[in-house]
């Protein structure tokens, strides 16, 4: 009768904990402060095409055409930050 020989146990492999990925979960993104200024001037930049736009196709009286951009800048800002 033939015996038969006793397997060696495999050696045990390192368990590799896998990085958390960026599509999963809430995104909280921040912007450097390097580029807060020129972010910030595109924001404003933005607002005031916006308003422009708005201008040619309905006729915006002065004092609300200033409030309106005050109110987009503001907004912008506040979802970018």
């Keep these: 009768m033939v015996q038969k020989k006793k397997k060696k146990p495999s050696p045990k492999k390192k368990v590799v904990k896998r990085a958390k990925s960026s599509s999963t979960g809430a995104k909280n993104v921040r912007i450097p402060r390097d580029n807060d200024v020129k972010m910030s001037e595109m924001v404003d930049l933005a607002a005031e095409i916006f308003v422009q736009t708005l201008e040619i196709s309905a006729k915006i009286p002065d004092k609300l ?17």
């Design 65 to 81: 055409r200033a409030r309106l951009i005050k109110q987009l800048k503001n907004a912008a800002k506040e979802a970018l930050s």
